[in-house]
Structures are given as structure tokens and as C-alpha cells.
């Protein structure tokens, strides 16, 4: 087979975003080869972000990453998930990896900012790789026939093969190139809000989710560093109330923010009174509208989107972090197969068709979803609660678990299994030695 142009160390790919996924792709392409930079807009890695876990293909991605026991390693040492009525009393129990691939707290549990970093380590000791933070494309000048050119926030204008575009969810980049043509925000009608708070004996090893009445729940969770994870979430129950939300989501006045927290949840028993208290002292309030991106094509010419950026498919699905991946490791996979004088279209166009089917399967959440979980009515909280609490006494696989987690079924036979419906390629220039 003759050699491939990333072989050759003739690929030149620009990433824009050094989150999940751009690390991930970055590590695969320096493996076969190719030369890459990687953007990333803050000074230095984001530490933030809450509980994500890794699942199905996601998990073999990491494994050929030789990073699998580093994760392992930064687990958040949750034991499991209860239910807790309004004084704190469980009435519902799922220990640790019971529902099977809907599990509720799966082996693999890791903060966000711990696998940013483990990935970033991994990626930055590879020949051919350079990241570059506190750096943004400023535009892009030209995404022309043979090759691409981006002014950067330094001021240079660079030139590259590829520049790929995984800079998130609201990624600027993919407005300027992209336009809003074919673009599709999917609002689920749900916001959420959660930061760090200090550990007290309340907290213990579970993470404890509460329903409270009119639609709210607040979850904590504990994590590795000692100190425990909360977070707020509503389905808004009436115009006015979806538009308080909606514009505090879209601001970045996080004292707006944390007023609505706190007038829309400070009548809750439990422990929400001090999550409350404590929101000032946290410097890492993060406030989402949950709200899915699809785009109709994930390229134009040499430009391509990867991980949220082209499908972010909400914390509901539980998969965001396994699709970055996923979708990595495919794209770097069908770069590298690219012959000289080949035009990095077609690698994008086959990333497209073959991971478009499982990106759509996996964001196909059911429109009920939120609500359910939110249930509005005293009664129908009641109906929710009790069935929670029948599905952890009667059933290991229940169906509350798997509407929590994700849709599909992710079986972990001895923890590595591909899901994918396509069989899972092996890309030669992959295969190590
Ligand atoms: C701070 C933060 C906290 C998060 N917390 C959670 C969470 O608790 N639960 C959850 O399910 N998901 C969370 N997410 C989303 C989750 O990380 C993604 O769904 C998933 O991992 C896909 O990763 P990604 O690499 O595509 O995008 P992201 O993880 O969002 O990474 C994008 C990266 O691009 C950088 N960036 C943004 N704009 C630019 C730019 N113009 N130029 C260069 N770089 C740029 C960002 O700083 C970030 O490092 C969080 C994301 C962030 C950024
Ligand atoms: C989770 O992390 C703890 C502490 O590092 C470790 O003792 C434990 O074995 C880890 N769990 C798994 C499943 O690897």
C-alpha cells in the first residue's frame, strides 16, 4: 500500500479547541504522522465541568490511547446513586454499574477536568504536536482548493491542509464558516446549574438525586478532590418562567444567574438550603440551556467539525464525551488514509457517512424525557417517585435507569466493547507495534 500523505509528515492540521475532543484527535493524527497545533482559547486547560463517564467505543478509543488505567485512577469514588425525599431519606438505591449500560454510576465516573487533562498529557508528549493556549482564530482568511488560511488572535496568518473546528457547543468558527444554514439548535426545555461546593458529612459516597416539587430536581455528587458537585435543574412550567431561564442562560451575568437559582429553589428542604448558601463562594457556576446542535453537513471544504461543535447531544443522553471521542478517533482514522494529492473532503465525507447514523440514533431523546424526570404536579411526582423506588427494589435493569443514562444499550462485556453499528474500523496506520 503506498504510503499515506500524513505518513509522509505531509498533513497539516490546525485544531481549533484543546477540550475532549481535540486532544483526543490530536494524539491519533501525531500517530500517523501528521503535523498538528492546537488552539485553545483560555490560558490553560479548563478545569471545570462535572461528572462524565466513558462508554461503549468511547472506552476502546482511550484503551489504544494507553490511557484507560489513568482514568480508572481519577475515578469520582461515587459508590452509586440514590433517591432522597425532602429530608434526605433514601427511597430508592442503584449501586455502582447495576443497569448494565444504563447504569446510573458506571466504573468509568470521571470529572470533566481530569480527562481534559489526561488527554491533553497524552496528546502534548507526542512528536508533532504543539498546543498553543490563550490563542483563537481570529478568521478565516481563505478556505481555498489547496489548503486553508486563518488569521490568529496573535495577529499571524497561518496556513494549513486541515483546520478542524472543535471548539464546543457555541464554537464562533463554525458560525463564521458555516453560517447558520443547516445549523438546528434543539432546545429540550430544561436548564441546568451546578458548581463545586465544600464536602460536609451530609454528602457522603453516593450521589443523591431530589425531586422536588414543580419540576426541579438537585443532585450532588461526591468527587475525588475532596469536595462535592451540585447541581439544579428545572423544566420551566409556564411562559414566563421558560423566558427567566432562557435569558439568564444566554447571559453571562452570573449574579443573574445565581438570583434565579436561588429565588426558584430556595424553598427546597434538604440539603439545598446550604448548596444555596455556599453558590457565592464557587468560582466555577457553570449555567446551561440544554440544547442539542445538529448540523446537515459536518464540512465545507477543508473544514470540518468535530464533537460538540457539530453534535452536541445534551447531558441527557450521557454521551457528549463518548461521541468527542468517538468521532476523534474517526475522523483522524480517515485522514490518515489519505494518499497525496488527495483531497481532505473525501476523509471528511466518509467521517460523516459512517458516524452520522450513531450521532442521530444517539441524539434521538425522547421529547418526554425532561419532563418526566421533572415531574410537575404533586401526584404525578408521587407516581415518579414510586416507580423509582419499585425499579430499584425489583429490577437491576430497569427502565428508569436507562432513561437517566442513555438510550442505547452499551453492554460492557469485561469493559470494552465496540457499539457502533458499523463495524469499528481499524485504520492501519493505528495498529502499534
Ligand atoms: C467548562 C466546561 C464544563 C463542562 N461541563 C460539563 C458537565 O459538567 N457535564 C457534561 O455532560 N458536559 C460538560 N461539558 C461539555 C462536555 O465537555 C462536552 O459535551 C464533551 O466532552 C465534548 O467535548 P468537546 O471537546 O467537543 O467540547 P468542549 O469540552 O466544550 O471543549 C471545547 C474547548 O474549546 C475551547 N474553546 C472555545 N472557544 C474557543 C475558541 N474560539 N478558540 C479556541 N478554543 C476555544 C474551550 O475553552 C474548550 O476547552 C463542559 C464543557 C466545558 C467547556
Ligand atoms: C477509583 O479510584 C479509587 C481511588 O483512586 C481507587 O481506589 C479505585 O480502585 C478506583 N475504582 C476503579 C473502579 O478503578
Redesign the pocket.
Known sequence: MASSLAAQGGLRVLV???????P?LAWFLARSGARVTV????SD??A?????DLRGTALNVVHQMGVLDAIRACNTTEKGTEFVDDRGRPFATFALGEGGGGALTTEYEIL??D??HILYKAAESQPGVDFRFG???ERVVENGESAVRVELSSGEEVEYDVLVL????????RKQVFGTEGLEVVDKNCYVG?YTVPRTSEDGEMSCIHIAPRSRVVLTRPDNHGTT?ASFSIVPNDAAQKEAWERASRSRDRKLQMDLLRSEFGDIGWKAPRLLREMDAAD?L?F?GVQQIRLAKWYKNRVVC????AY????LT?M??S??IDGAYLLAGHLSQLQPGQHPATAFQAYDEQFRPFVSKTQAIPFFVPRILHPQAAWSRWIVQTLIATAARVSRLSWITKLFATNKPTTLSDGLVAELDAPFPSFPAFRRS
Not at 166 to 173: E, H, L, N, R, V
Not at 306 to 309: A, P, Q, S
Open positions: 481549533s479547541g484543546a477540550g475532549i475532543a481535540g483526543t488552539l485553545e482559547r483560555a486547560l479548563l471545570q465541568g462535572q461528572n462524565i470533566r477536568g480527562l481534559a490563542t483563537t482564530i472543535a471548539d464546543g457547543q457555541w464554537s464562533k468558527m451546578y458537585r466555577d457553570y446551561q468535530l464533537g460538540d461543535t452536541a447531544p445534551t447531558p450521557g457528549g464525551t461521541l468527542a
